[in-house]
């Protein structure tokens, strides 16, 4: 029998309705340091599944390593847990909202996302973050109040309502 690698004694589940294998394989061509590492096939029957169907997948999303079981309709996913991706420019901001909405996903409010799973999906650019921790109390407002009129973050219009400019 070979030795198993060695993973983290702490690592992310996901559940999913038997889509885990599909949702790990999209984040494996969306997101850097995201790979499948091990699928494992049930040994028999269960309850939302039968043996040899695809159980569980072992992955990492930009190196957090996560778990997704697929465990059946139970246990939809909700806002309660996200991932937060903190991004640089703009254009990695939309390749990566553009991914996970323009695969079945849906957009939310001040840079959430759901991907067509229900994972949701926080995608922050830096200057935004910059903007509300930024020691002027009124430029750290203005660049909130901007924020909650959006969907996908626009890091222009944050910076402009962080310096006052915006219109």
């Not at 996302?113 to 903007?131: E, H, M, N, V, Y």
């Not at 930024?134 to 430029?139: E, G, K, L, S, V």
């Not at 309502?161 to 915006?166: H, Q, R």
Request: hydrophobic letters at 40%; a negative charge.
């Amino acid at each position: 029998m070979t030795a198993r690698p060695r993973r983290a004694k702490n690592r992310i589940c996901l559940w999913y309705d038997g889509a885990a294998e599909e949702a790990a394989n999209f984040y494996a061509g969306v997101f850097p340091d995201t790979v499948v590492t091990a699928v494992t096939r049930s040994p028999a029957d269960y309850p939302d599944g039968k043996a040899g169907d695809v159980l569980t997948v072992e992955f990492s999303v930009m190196g957090i390593e996560c778990l997704g079981l697929n465990g059946g309709p139970h246990f939809p996913q909700t806002e309660a847990f996200s991932f937060q991706v903190e991004t640089e420019t703009q254009e990695e901001t939309d390749r990566y909202w553009n991914a996970i909405v323009g695969n079945g996903g849906a957009e939310s409010m001040c840079g959430w996302c759901k991907d067509k799973w229900g994972l949701s999906w926080q995608i922050t650019p830096r200057a935004l973050s910059d903007a509300l921790t930024n020691p002027d109390r009124a430029a750290s407002r203005r660049a909130m109040e901007a924020m909650m009129t959006m969907r996908k973050i626009d890091i222009a219009a944050i910076e402009a309502a962080l310096a006052g400019t915006a219109a």
